[in-house]
């Protein structure tokens, strides 16, 4: 019974036929070109019989047969007549079953046809797909599910059912493979090219024989390319007739009535080659580049490259470095380098495992805010990182982290006068990469200076002389002073001492002291007050008389003092003066009695 094709699934069976094949296999070139593998996506079925020759599916048949009889079988049998010609003492013919939907390399049972093309196998009852599948021979293959021409489903009863196929002649290519070891057991295919595929998908294939035979057929007339594809040690690949890749490989072209042998290969010798285990570079967070470095290898060897992820190759990283995506956080890398050269063995070396990949933390600069003065608290402002993220402070003074400051506040010590400040945050996250930020520097610390409160020594006496001592401050502090008499400041007094004049009676006296020092804060210091400014209880006469506050003359021959009501006050000539007689008697004067 004959059903329509599903051709997409018949499709995708075929190529993951051809990635079975081929996917441990690089079709070499001769000199000079390198090794290429074959690329399984490529892999199409461009006309019946051709994709479906790939040898793999055929293997499979083989190596199944019937299922037991019993109950959920039946038998399915039948003819296959093969077309006039047709040497059957070459190659061998399969009637397969298969799940609706299998790929070819899983199928229920299978039966070898007969020389006479009768066959008989046992099937599970329900539905399947039959297929004919054939190797070394020249006919088109029949059914599903790698043929795109036609696929025969039927739902099998317990009755059994009867399945004859009549075949297409194939063209057929036959020939020997030479090599320098021994090839017997080895897996070394023949794979065909269409002429129009740019080398892109192999049309058949099939394996040599330990006798160094091989036959494909399973082609349609047209021509074509040959490759030999080598997984033996020491056996290189090669295009046929030695040509340096698939654009300049001689061309057969093939008739489907008339087999072409002859195509024959031997292959060249492979050497080791000469390798280094390659290393990582880079910082292993998403966004961040790594690099391959590949060590040493045999001179000209072409190196190509391949990334992976906890294993798992990379799609499209294929270059000697790799910027890292978002989809490899949490998993470790490797490179695998892969050298080939002409008449070398390829080779491949993959590299240690780096660090599982971080992700990178969302991380603004932090920002110090407060007053930049020795005793104020600076806060520092860190912005928005990541959530969940535990941040860490350390505080610096130049440059220099300061024991112990690692919250997110800082008292500035004096040490930090004049010179700026820092914070470094650290953010931590698990699954992320530690990220730490650097806030911009404070202006220079402005300094305390250590001002104590000045005194004044000396007498608040009219004549006197008071002095200044401003007590010890900040080295290098430079000093001022003002002087003031009941909090006001007295003209042009700004020495660090102070005469005392009549202006100045009857006022109490402070002397500010004001310090200076380049990166400190200016400071003032004022004194306590002196006792009330007064004249001095005695003084010596001016021009031959006593001041108007020292009224009291004093005759020091005769120690008598003389009040300016006295009668002798105005001829007597004085040589003390006192504010008081009480000051006289002091002094050792009396009273005169006239």
Not at 104 to 109: D, I, Q, V
Not at 121 to 135: F, K, T
Not at 190 to 203: I, L, M, N, R, S
Not at 303 to 316: C, D, F, V
């Amino acid at each position: 019974m004959a059903f329509a094709v599903q051709i997409r699934s018949l499709r995708a069976a075929a190529g993951a036929v051809a990635v079975a094949l081929l996917a441990s296999m690089f079709v070499a070139v001769a000199a000079p070109a390198v090794a290429s593998p074959v690329p399984a996506a490529a892999v199409d079925v461009a006309y019946t019989g051709i994709a479906d020759r790939l040898p793999l599916a055929l293997e499979a048949a083989a190596s199944l047969g019937s299922a037991e009889p019993g109950e959920g079988t039946a038998s399915v049998s039948g003819a296959i007549t093969f077309p006039d010609g047709i040497d059957l003492t070459r190659g061998r013919t399969f009637v397969v079953a298969y799940a609706p939907g299998a790929d070819a390399l899983s199928p229920l049972a299978s039966a070898a046809v007969a020389a006479d093309g009768r066959y008989m196998m046992n099937a599970p009852l329900g539905d399947i797909v039959l297929g004919v599948l054939s190797e070394g021979r020249a006919v088109i293959d029949h059914g599903a599910p790698l043929a795109a021409g036609g696929s025969d489903a039927l739902t099998l009863g317990a009755e059994g059912a009867t399945y004859d196929v009549a075949l297409e002649q194939s063209a057929l290519i036959a020939g020997t493979v030479t090599a320098p070891v021994d090839i017997s057991g080895q897996r070394v295919a023949v794979a065909v090219y269409p002429t129009d595929g740019a080398g892109a998908a192999a049309a058949a294939a099939n394996y040599v024989t330990d006798a160094g035979t091989y036959t494909v057929g399973g082609l349609p007339a047209g021509s074509y390319r040959i490759a030999f594809v080598s997984a033996a040690a020491g056996a290189a690949s090669e295009w046929w007739d030695d040509a340096p890749g698939f654009a300049k490989a001689k061309v057969v072209v093939l008739d489907a009535a008339v087999p072409l042998t002859g195509i024959d290969a031997k292959l060249e010798a492979l050497r080791l080659m000469d390798t280094s285990v390659p290393t990582i570079s880079g910082t292993t967070t998403v966004g961040q580049t790594l690099k391959a470095a590949p060590g040493a290898w045999t001179a000209g060897a072409a190196l190509t490259y391949q990334w992976y992820a906890n294993g798992a190759a990379i799609a499209k990283a294929t270059a000697s470095s790799l910027v890292l995506p978002v989809a490899v956080a949490g998993k470790r890398i490797t490179v695998r380098v892969t050298g080939k050269k002409t008449s070398y063995f390829p080779t491949s070396v993959t590299s240690a495992a780096t660090a599982a990949v971080v992700r990178p933390l969302t991380a603004p600069v932090p920002a110090i805010t407060g007053t930049a003065t020795v005793g104020q608290t600076l806060k520092v402002k860190t912005g928005t990182w990541t959530a969940g993220t535990r941040l860490t402070y350390q505080w610096y003074i130049s440059g220099v982290a300061v024991a112990k400051a690692t919250a997110a506040s800082f008292k500035i010590p004096a040490a930090a006068a004049v010179k700026p400040i820092t914070v470094v945050v650290t953010g931590s996250k698990v699954g992320y990469a530690t990220a730490t930020k650097r806030s911009k520097a404070t202006a220079a610390v402005k300094g305390i200076l250590s001002a104590p409160v000045p005194r004044i020594t000396g007498s608040a006496i009219v004549g006197s002389k008071l002095t200044a001592v401003p007590n010890t401050w900040t080295s290098g502090t430079k000093l001022t002073y003002q002087w003031y008499r009941n909090g006001k400041a007295i003209s042009r007094a700004t020495g660090s001492t102070l005469v005392v004049t009549a202006a100045l009676v009857k006022g109490s006296i402070t002397v500010r002291v004001t310090g200076t020092k380049s990166g400190y804060i200016t400071t003032a210091r004022t004194s306590g007050k002196t006792a009330v400014v007064s004249y001095p209880a005695r003084t010596k006469p001016i021009s031959k008389t006593c001041p108007a506050w020292a009224p009291i003359k004093g005759n020091a021959k005769s120690m008598i003092y003389h009040v300016p009501t006295g009668r002798s006050y105005k001829v007597t000539i004085p040589e003390d003066c006192f504010s008081t007689e009480s000051a006289a008697v002091r002094a050792g004067y009396r009273k005169a009695r006239n």
